[in-house]
């Protein structure tokens, strides 16, 4: 028998907000240097994108779809893996 807890973590972290931190690494040697300092933009869970569309366009097919917004640094990257009639692999 497994039993699941659930909790909200609130982290004082605002969508939208630029953050600025370092890190360092540990491994069995210990703590490495302090990185420079880097800078992010919190986002929030992206919305959900627009419909797909497909379509034949000669012999190539056309996918398009708008990406979703997250309140932050624009999304640059998305992935499409197509299933081939198998059903099981990816392209």
Excluded: Q
Aim: charged share 20%; hydrophobic share 45%.
């Amino acid at each position: 028998m497994s039993l699941a807890l659930f909790a909200k973590i609130t982290t004082g972290v605002v969508k939208g907000r630029f953050y600025r931190f370092r890190y360092r690494c540990l491994n069995e040697v210990g703590f490495g240097e302090f990185s420079d300092i880097a800078y992010i933009m919190a986002a929030s869970k992206p919305t959900v994108p627009s419909v797909i569309t497909a379509r034949f366009s000669g012999s190539d097919i056309v996918v398009e779809w708008t990406m979703p917004y997250n309140s932050a640094s624009l999304i640059s990257l998305a992935e499409i893996k197509f299933l081939h009639s198998d059903g099981v692999t990816f392209s």
